[in-house]
């Protein structure tokens, strides 16, 4: 029995000397199938068109991927079939479409256009489209070729063949195009007058044609050949050249090489390959793609991505530059800690301990472990017999071995355990062993162990290798540290992190609470991390990250808030250079002065349950209960930074008006709109161009001048608006980069309602306006017609008036006339009275004239008055002197009304020139100032005293001063001068200019 014992661990132990190949190392791809909504595993296609719209073909439709969901397109949509074998863009973005065995469609971003036999397409069956430069559609088909140029099909399809003109590829070498037929190898496509497709090989069979770097593959039905194409095509297919049995189906070359979509149709090989050189490799399972059925591929060059379509398994999108790389262990995948030593990786698992090298894997057991104990109870009896640990020895040597810590101190390698501590050597051999049980411990440089026991005391071993003496810290002392997390080193201090007491110090063989020698109170800490300036992050249980000073006094000079850390519990801290990297359960925070990456499990990051980490050479080492991860630090820091862009993909107004804002096609985007007072509760639905990070991307949103609100989904909803002016602006953060991109996304103005707006107030006031306009008009036209009609009224009232003042002076000038004719008669004087008679009879005539008028020229009044003197002077005997003054005036053109100067004179002759021996003067002088005629009437008589008791004088003067005031004469018009030598009369007469 002991020698099987023997035997038995033996066999684990050195046999694992030989295992090879116990990690296999994954850059994990992502993986999208039905269940993610692909409405199938058959992926026929790949394509990212030029506005970076990523389209999938698959055998139940062609579908649009945004990062988040697929859109499908099938012939309920207008897509001619639902087989989608190939998508491309043509050179004014449309897109073609192979739909096998219904024909080929193109998408203009609004509607289908499908085109059949009945067409003019030369076979349903379409497999490959091209576009060359000249924007010609290349269509390859089950049975010949179809050329798309200005709405026409040239077709080629050869009748005198015995098997299907197969078109399996187009591609173009040396500014040619050539196309590869599957049963009649390569043909060479001519465009000149007329196009010609002449055949250039003997070969009967081909799949496909990929060439790189002058050398190339040639795939046929038959396995895969390198370098079988010669010069002008010349195809040798020999065993010398047969490479591989794989059949090809797709390729594509990317920055790290080519690869190659494979599947062996009726044989169980395929999968994803890589072609470097000489040498095809299966990459499957390092891309974690669990498919032999690799049909197609695409390369997004920018993003250095390589999607893969298999026929069972969906969609994969590979990451080629991650910087994280998964080690799968085969054995166990639970990993507890991990130490470097020169190339040698040590893991401890829960089945013990893995020491990895380049080219080898050892592992040491459980019972590897027993047996240390059993030879170091040999050569140390007198311990292990000891009444102390004899009991301890005997306890797990019959029980399975806890594997619990890992550390390295100079060439050693200790291992703790539930069965006490074991010091290794790095060639795997144990030289020590401790049977006391050890949960946490700290090798210093200077070979002191730091033991702190659960719920017990702290324990310090200045040299275990020489004694097991030690000092003991009592646990109830609140200045020893218990309930240790961490422990860290620098510089000649021990960091202890405790959950229940804080910080503590170790160094020159004391230790110092923080808590209860500095400021800095914190108790609960978790986690510590210190870089190569000695400054320390100390992590506490609710996940705030505080930075410390510690050269010479403790100092806290920064603190990182957990609201800026992804992640609810922090599992490790590690420096590297100037970053802080934080791993917790969601992620990877990489801290960099105020940036922060994040990177999770789109990242590959799958499991997050971390329980210890390493920096070796820019290489950060995970270990989790799933197995081992790398990351190189500098590719992570180093990822490329690019604004993020958010797009809108619905606008939906009310929850039933939809407003499209952009146009996913054409790329033109409109970001103002105007929406009535009662379109005012808006749902805005956003997507990113992050088409394979779409989920890393983290949006806040805010209204005008608002505060950021986080978006937890990619909805927006804005409810109950007041009108105004809005804008919506956008923070996209990249987590994966740490860089936030600003934008304003959306402008947009509710109305007012219209009995609030300006054009309502304004077009009622302009309507009461007009209409009190209208109203005043009217009443103004009325008042003017009423005024006309009274002004006509009046004038008629005002000639009659003048009418009849001037038909009141007639009687008296008839009496006087009448009376100075009779004279004449008594006194026989025949002639004169003849003479009398004739110009009375004129005057009589003129007054009937006059009296009718409203005004006369100044010359026809002066004629007038001059005929008047006349008569009445031929009473006086000729014996009044009378002149007449208006040499300065145009008589013809002045009017002035009649009669009106007519009693002053006849006023002078009856009641001025009394006496009849006395020589009287009468004196008539117009004159012109402005617009009036002064008339001043100027006599010699008795004076104006002695006229005041004549009724007649009184009379006439009112009748002068009544038609002044009819014509619209001012006071001060009429003036009268008198005294005892005589009497002046002066009128200020309007005129009117002829």
Known sequence: MYLLKKIKILFIVFLALLCQNLFSQINISKNYNILNGLPSNAVRCIFKDSRGLFWIGTENGMCLFDGNKFTTFNTENGLAGNLIWDIVEDKNKNLWIACYGDGVSMYDGKKFTNYTVKDGLVYDAVRTIDVDKENRILLGSENGVSIFKDDKFWNFHSTNLDKKFQVIQFFRKDKKQFLLSRNYGIYEIKFSNQITIDSITKSDQGFKYIEKNQKFLYSTGKGLYLDAVKPNFNINLSKDTRFSSDIVWDFEHTKDGTYLAAWGVNERIGGLLKWDEDTIYDVSRSFDIESSKVWSLYYDEKENYLSVGTLDKGLFIVNLSNPIKYNKIKINNDIIDIEITGNSKWLLTSSGVLKATKNDTIIYGDEYFKKGINDYCKTRSNICNSSKFTKHISKYLGSDIEFIKLKKYNSYIFVSTNAGLFKFSINGSIKEYYPTTIDDFSVLPNGYLLIPKPYSHFYIYPNISESFDYRIYDKLDKNTPVDINDIDYWNGKTFLASRTRGLFIHENNNIVSIANSTNFKEKRITDLAINKAGQIFIANKNGTIFKAETNKDFKIIDTISKNNICGNTILFMECYKDLLIVGTNEGLNVVHNNKIQFLDNSDGLQHRNFNTSIIHDDTLLIGTTNGLYSISLNEMVNIESKRTQVLINKLTINDSINYEIRNNWNDTVKNELVLPYNHNSIK??????????????????????????????????????????????????????????????????????????????????????????????????????????????????????????????????????????????????????????????????????????????????????????????????????????????????????????????????????????????????????????????????????????????????KIIEERLRLINSKEGDFIIESNSTGTTSTIKIPIITV
Not at 781 to 792: A, C, G, N, V
Request: glycine share 2%; aromatic share 12%; hydrophobic share 35%.
């Open 684 to 957: 805005i639905e956003l997507n990113t161009d992050e088409v394979y990070k779409n989920k890393k991307v983290e949006l806040k949103y805010k209204i005008n001048n608002s505060g950021w609100k986080e978006l937890n989904d990619l909805n927006i909803y804005l409810n109950n608006l007041q009108n105004g002016h809005y804008q919506l602006s956008i923070a996209a953060k990249n987590k994966l980069t740490g860089t936030i991109t600003y934008s304003s996304l959306l402008k947009f103005e509710i109305t007012k309602p219209f009995w609030e707006t300006y054009w309502f107030w304004f077009l009622n006031f302009s309507s009461i306006a007009i209409t009190t306009l209208l109203i005043y008009k009217r009443k103004v036209r009325r008042i003017k017609e009423q005024e006309k009609l009274k002004t006509i009224l009046n004038d008629r009232i005002v000639k009659t008036r003048m009418e009849a003042l001037q038909s009141q002076m007639n009687p008296h000038f008839t009496f006087n006339a009448m009376n100075s004719i009779q004279n004449y008669i008594i006194d026989s004087n025949i002639d004169d009275a003849l003479m009398y008679m004739a110009e009375f009879s004129k005057l009589i005539r003129q007054t009937l004239e006059h009296s009718t008028k409203q005004y006369l020229t100044l010359n026809q009044e002066i004629d007038y008055l001059k005929t008047y003197c006349s008569l009445e002077n031929m009473r006086y005997a000729n014996n009044v002197d009378i002149s007449f003054d208006y040499e300065k005036i145009d008589k013809s053109k002045e009017r002035i009304p009649p009669m009106l100067i007519q009693p002053l004179i006849e006023n002078a002759f009856i009641h001025a020139f009394t006496e009849s021996d006395k020589k009287y003067t009468l004196s008539i002088s117009f004159s012109k100032k402005e617009n009036f005629i002064y008339c001043r009437v100027t006599d010699n008589g008795k004076g104006y005293i002695s006229k005041s008791s004549s009724g007649n004088n009184s009379k006439a003067i």
